[in-house]
């Protein structure tokens, strides 16, 4: 899948996904917030300027979110997001009251859709980890001028091969067939058994 796959997705699978920024003493804050519009460069959303989600979003700049769709835990799919928004005023307001009609259940009136305004989230990083498959599948993706993080756990050239770590991961998602051996990133859980178990200290943490 590529971003704007992904973001499709959190827009029309997901679309109610839990938000979280900081306040004024650094402490986190959630809500919920649902993703209005997808597209290439980024999300949209909106919020009411009396509320303080909105002094929040004008106060850093920055917003995380996580969406989750399944049944249960070994059905679902999550995606997380994380990264700059800025504010693009009432302009967008009728395309996305258009395309999400249930807004107008919330605020009736002209009068009342006056208190709305429009955000983007256009640039920052974020994941895809879908659980319902065996092994599991996961990968990281970039957008704007973000560049894709790496991190988990990297098997460096300190490793012997003694393959002490083969029955601690749970995904079965070492490569051993050479050496050093080779974490298969996209089924990784980042749980850490290999990084506690390796006798050589040949495992790396990232990020």
């Given amino acids: 899948m590529n971003t704007k796959e992904v973001f499709d997705y959190l827009q029309q699978q997901i679309h109610t ?8 003493g650094g402490l986190p ?16 959303f909106l919020t009411a300027k009396g509320k303080g989600f909105y ?11 996580t969406g989750i769709k399944g049944e249960d835990t070994l059905s679902c799919v999550a995606v997380s997001v994380r990264g700059k928004v800025k504010e693009l005023g009432s302009g967008p307001l009728p395309t996305l009251l258009q395309k999400n009609p249930y807004m107008k259940e ?25 659980l319902s ?12 001028k973000a560049e894709r993080e790496h991190d988990g756990y990297l098997i460096t ?8 770590c083969e029955t601690a991961c749970p ?15 996209e089924h990784c859980l980042r749980c ?3 990084y506690e178990i390796c006798p050589a200290k040949a495992v790396e943490r990232r990020g």
């Fill in 17 to 24: 996904v839990i938000a979280a920024t900081v306040d004024t």
């Fill in 29 to 44: 804050v959630t809500c919920a917030i649902d993703i209005m519009d997808a597209g290439e460069t980024g999300l949209s």
């Fill in 55 to 65: 002094n929040r979003l004008k106060q850093t700049g920055y917003l995380a979110l």
């Fill in 106 to 130: 919330i605020y009736p009136t002209p009068e009342s859709q006056r208190a709305l305004t429009v955000f983007t989230l256009y640039e920052g990083t974020g994941e895809w980890f879908d």
């Fill in 133 to 144: 498959k065996k092994p599991v599948e996961r990968f990281s993706f970039a957008f704007g």
């Fill in 157 to 164: 050239n300190a490793c012997t091969g003694c393959r002490a």
């Fill in 171 to 185: 995904q079965s998602c070492i490569d051993f067939s050479i050496t050093p051996a080779l974490i298969r990133q």
């Fill in 192 to 194: 850490g058994n290999c």
